[in-house]
């Protein structure tokens, strides 16, 4: 195996489990049992449909990777760049919800200080 593979299959992990999984606790607190459970499974039929898709995407195009894939389907230099240029915004959204979901957590569980009533 050379590098591109298991970083590929890391995305792609990362793709699929996502920060919903951290989130979703929050999600169905905040919109109740029904409707959490229906948007849950409404997620999960979306989260399916976009694998298959992906793996066939991967097994048409015969390639392992974002990069290729998007290149095989495009064959431009441009798809590659565009390419590279969703995973690292994809990634930078991920930091920036994990960040702000640890944020939200730590300043909701500590004792708010300087107020009197």
Do not use: D
């Amino acid at each position: 195996m050379h590098a591109g593979f298991s970083l590929t299959v890391a995305t792609i992990v990362k793709t699929i489990i996502g920060t919903g999984i951290i989130s979703m606790p929050y999600v169905i607190n905040q919109l109740g049992w029904v409707l959490g459970v229906v948007l849950f499974v409404c997620a999960a039929v979306f989260n399916q449909f976009t694998s298959v898709l992906l793996l066939k995407a991967k097994n048409l195009s015969g390639h392992s990777n974002y990069n290729s894939i998007f290149y095989s389907i495009w064959s431009s230099k441009m798809a590659k760049v565009t390419c590279s240029l969703m995973i690292v915004l994809s990634n930078l959204g991920t930091c920036t919800h994990m960040t702000n979901q640890a944020s939200f957590s730590s300043s909701s569980s500590s004792p708010q200080s300087g107020t009197s009533s």
